[in-house]
């Protein structure tokens, strides 16, 4: 691309020229069969309105439109993002490139107006980089269509189908509509309120879209049209108003079908839903991990102790709690105002008597004072306060190390999230704020709010022990309890809620209740005691989402037993789509995802060891990377993805279109002082990422029948095997996962480090079909004192020549020893590096020599071949090969077409 700026107009004509070949692809690609083909097509009207958008000729008639990219490349300020765009997802100054940018196409009545749906519309992917002065280039891989689920239809379908194509008539008819539906005073905007029962002139529009066919009379010039408006309302109920959502059957009746068309709407019916998540059941001291997962001794002249539960439950006395608490450095004053970009800690006078006495100010925001309360009980409204700030700051701490901007985030409510931190849910039996629970809420009945507000209302940890300190004068005053903002991973879990609702407008997913319980988990695994087996830790203890308050809820679920993505556990979410209310809570399918992205954890290094104790620095490296690749896919999503198909391709790409380099976070200064940054490149993970899903049984044969087990492999899955297990104990019983897998291994370069080959070289394919013009490459390389310190104070000095040969066909499932055409060569260049490293060797110096193998072939190409064209591709240069150990382990672990073979 030359010479256009990258904006909606060039980018948006790439994007449906990529359509449209795709499309004439798939038609003409006899191998698929019929049913597959026409499954792939997009709906009547949608191509038809792309094409017509290309050579603008009409530009604000046609329905379909590819959205506007923001922020704009090269933006320096920008305002509150719009509910949904076409995304700028550069983590560069000023949001220039290199940047993925997701070109987003959906409904507009016109062009920069209203949308018409935020459900349906097309997503397309891409790496947009600078070449040169004026000259982009442009790396498409995939796309996504998210199509109206029956009986939904949508407007560009039916426009083609009938006489709204008048482009004259079409732009008329529902501008005049859609000023109906957003105007509080009109007729049907007060039958909408009423049949919802929400308060008067608090119904907002959010969508409309037809749901049944239309019944179309040319011969009198008139058509029935149903459709659906979906929008908010509120209904007032204590504690707080409450946020309903509301669709409602409208039957819409047009005559006169000319320019100057009229109409009439009536409500035929009205269905509503809660706008709540429902969860089942100076300095100062925070328990940075709950008390059953802390690595702080229960009794501190005792460090070794084995292992307690008992001592560890959240009913234990404040001074038991308190040997889990860690001091932290919370203000430099006597007081602390408890909020941050992102969040506000709020007042909570309705719970708390004492938050009523600072009535006389106006600033909701909750302020903690420290001195008096240096060390403030666990058992304290203050410490619940103290607690929401703590998680809360650790949590956009962490999005702001990924380089996301809650003023860029949030695209469909209000920028900051409220957080009540002692509060009760509503509806239910817990609106007194005695309850084990929390809750995400949006909150509509602001009248000075553009959008809806989030707000996170925090009950309790446990309700048997409550505490009643004494005042000043020695009386008793309120009773107060330890309050569930305590708890890290619960306060994980709510924020998996936000991030749904901040940026799609959705409290939960349509396949799943959120991806809560992967972060609650995946966050708090690194430095867990529970994923220490010793001193009385069992194998089965990693795998409790929630330790504190004893949820049942699991991130290590076995496909076999039910939780796989097509299996008996979940089938009920799968024949039940939601349609207008997300009733039906997928708390089963929520667990199915946890232990998919937790697989995923494990295997880019949540299981490293650093000997017969956990790496912390390498495991909390793997969780950065699996929540970011969790949070870039959410981040880039147009349309809510209405499978889990759509997560789990919107984070390989969220990997593979990574535009330069993602800082890790930072490791504990080394002796070294040569140690070097310590970077993830894009491009590494998608293998891993559909592995991690299919061992979940996703992609499966036909998804109509219930499948208990491991999905299927690629078509062609060429690998070179490495020395890690078959099979592993998953949640008390083997589970096989063969050969050529990324089963979850310590990545380290310890003693025989599994995730690198033996000796001798075997390949194979894991795929259905047959592995042709298959191709083998070889680099050779040595590095001192990589045992030490896993590489980041060592420097790779690889042989500059590579080996190059071709390799007869693997046939599907086939597992055959490797034998080099030129063993002679390959030996050669193993001694002339020996003799090399022995040249540089450093006195007392460790080294390690190896070989570096790439398999490849058309249908199954590794992340290194150079026609994959990802950033870790190797040229003809050994410049573009990894300069550390760790970065070579990355590349190495997360792709089975690669190899690596110690020689000395």
Request: glycine fraction near 6%; charged fraction near 20%; aromatic fraction near 8%.
């Amino acid at each position: 691309m030359t010479g256009d700026a990258p904006d909606q107009k060039t980018l948006g004509d790439i994007a449906t020229n990529y359509v449209s070949q795709l499309a004439s692809f798939l038609e003409n690609y006899d191998l698929l069969p019929g049913e597959i083909r026409k499954s792939l097509d997009p709906p009547v009207g949608w191509s038809e309105n792309l094409v017509r958008n290309k050579d603008r000729t009409l530009p604000d008639v046609d329905l379909m439109h590819w959205l506007d990219v923001w922020p704009h490349v090269g933006a320096r300020e920008v305002e509150k993002p719009p509910k949904i765009a076409s995304w700028n997802l550069s983590r560069n100054a000023d949001h220039q490139l290199p940047a993925t940018i997701i070109m987003v196409a959906t409904e507009l009545f016109a062009l920069g107006s209203e949308i018409a749906q935020f459900t349906a519309g097309l997503t397309v992917p891409m790496l947009v980089e600078a070449t040169g002065a004026g000259i982009f280039k442009v790396t498409i891989r995939s796309m996504t269509a998210e199509y109206p689920s029956d009986p939904q239809q949508s407007w560009s379908t039916v426009s083609e189908i009938t006489e709204l194509s008048d482009p004259a008539i079409r732009q008329d008819l529902l501008s005049a509509m859609i000023g109906d539906l957003t105007t509080y005073e009109s007729d049907i905007n007060k039958q909408i309120g009423a049949s919802a029962s929400v308060l008067p002139g608090s119904v907002s529009f959010e969508q409309f879209f037809v749901v049944s066919k239309v019944d179309a009379d040319f011969a009198k010039e008139s058509m029935v049209i149903e459709a659906m408006f979906k929008g908010l309302g509120v209904i007032g109920r204590f504690p707080n108003p409450l946020s309903y959502q509301i669709v409602s059957q409208i039957e819409l009746t047009l005559v006169n079908l000319a320019p100057d068309s009229k109409f009439s709407m009536k409500v035929l019916g009205t269905h509503t839903c809660e706008l709540i998540t429902h969860v089942n059941a100076g300095e100062a001291k925070v328990l940075t991990q709950s008390p059953p997962a802390s690595d702080l001794p229960a009794d501190s002249a005792k460090p070794d102790a084995a292992f307690d539960w008992t001592l560890r439950r959240p009913t234990r006395p404040d001074d038991m709690l308190d040997r889990f608490r860690e001091t932290i450095k919370l203000s430099v004053g006597d007081t602390k105002t408890l909020k941050d970009p992102g969040f506000v800690v709020r007042r909570c006078p309705e719970f708390v008597p004492q938050d009523k006495d600072d009535l006389g100010n106006p600033d909701p925001t909750k302020v903690l004072h420290l001195p008096a309360h240096r060390e403030i009980a666990p058992r304290r409204n203050e410490f619940s306060a103290l607690s929401a700030y703590y998680n809360c700051s650790d949590f956009f701490e962490m999005l702001n190390a990924y380089g996301i901007d809650p003023d860029e985030f949030v695209a469909r409510a209000e920028t900051d999230i409220q957080i009540f931190y002692r509060y009760g849910i509503a509806p239910g039996p817990g609106k007194d704020g005695r309850t084990i629970n929390a809750q995400v809420a949006f909150d509509c009945s602001a009248t000075d709010a553009t959008r809806p507000i989030i707000r996170m209302n925090l009950a309790l940890a446990e309700l048997s022990r409550w505490d009643r300190p004494k005042n000043s004068s020695g009386k008793r005053t309120w009773a107060q309890p330890l309050g569930i903002a305590a708890d890290r991973r619960w306060m994980l879990h709510e924020f998996g809620h936000y991030l749904l609702a901040a940026r799609l407008g959705k409290l939960e997913f349509d396949f799943a209740h959120s991806a809560g319980d992967a972060m609650a988990a995946i966050v708090c695994d690194p430095n867990s005691r529970l994923a220490d087996q010793r001193n009385g830790v069992a194998e089965t203890f990693r795998g409790i989402t929630y330790p504190f308050v004893f949820s049942t809820r699991r991130h290590d679920r076995s496909p076999t037993l039910g939780w796989a993505w097509y299996g008996e556990l979940n089938r009920s979410v799968i024949q039940s789509p939601p349609v207008g209310c997300e009733e039906l809570k997928g708390y089963l399918t929520e667990q199915i995802l946890s232990t998919s992205l937790f697989r995923l954890y494990r295997a880019v290094g949540g299981d490293s060891m650093d000997g017969d104790v956990p790496d912390v620095y390498l495991r909390e490296r793997a969780s950065f990377l699996t929540i970011f690749l969790l949070i870039e896919a959410i981040h880039g999503f147009g349309q809510s993805p209405s499978k889990a198909e759509m997560l789990e391709l919107g984070m390989e790409q969220a990997g593979n279109l990574q535009g330069g380099v993602l800082d890790m976070v930072p490791q504990p200064m080394l002796a070294n002082a040569m140690q070097q940054p310590d970077q993830w490149k894009g491009g590494l993970t998608h293998k891993v990422v559909r592995w991690a899903f299919e061992t979940q049984g996703m992609f499966v044969d036909d998804v109509e029948v219930t499948h208990n087990g491991m999905g299927n492999a690629p078509d062609v899955d060429v690998y070179i095997q490495d020395r890690r297990p078959q099979s592993e104990m998953v949640n008390g019983s083997s589970f096989a996962y063969g050969y050529g897998s990324y089963c979850p291994v310590s990545l380290d370069w310890g003693d025989a480090p599994l995730w690198q080959t033996p000796f001798e070289i075997t390949i194979g394919n894991r795929g259905s079909q047959n592995a042709a013009l298959c191709h083998m490459r070889k680099w050779f390389g040595f590095v001192f004192n990589a045992n030490e310190d896993w590489g980041l104070t060592s420097n790779i000095i690889w042989w500059p020549h590579a080996l190059n040969e071709n390799v007869a066909d693997i046939a599907a499932g086939e597992r055959r020893i490797f034998t080099a055409e030129n063993a002679n060569a390959e030996n050669e260049a193993i001694a002339a590096i020996r003799a090399l490293a022995d040249e540089q060797a450093p006195t007392l110096a460790t080294v390690h020599g190896f070989v570096l193998y790439e398999l490849t072939c058309p249908n199954d190409r590794a992340n290194t071949d150079p026609l994959q064209d990802l950033p870790v591709a190797v040229d003809l240069s050994v410049a573009d090969l990894p300069k550390t150990p760790r970065a070579l382990t990355d590349l190495v672990a997360n792709d089975n077409n690669l190899g690596l073979k110690q020689v000395f």
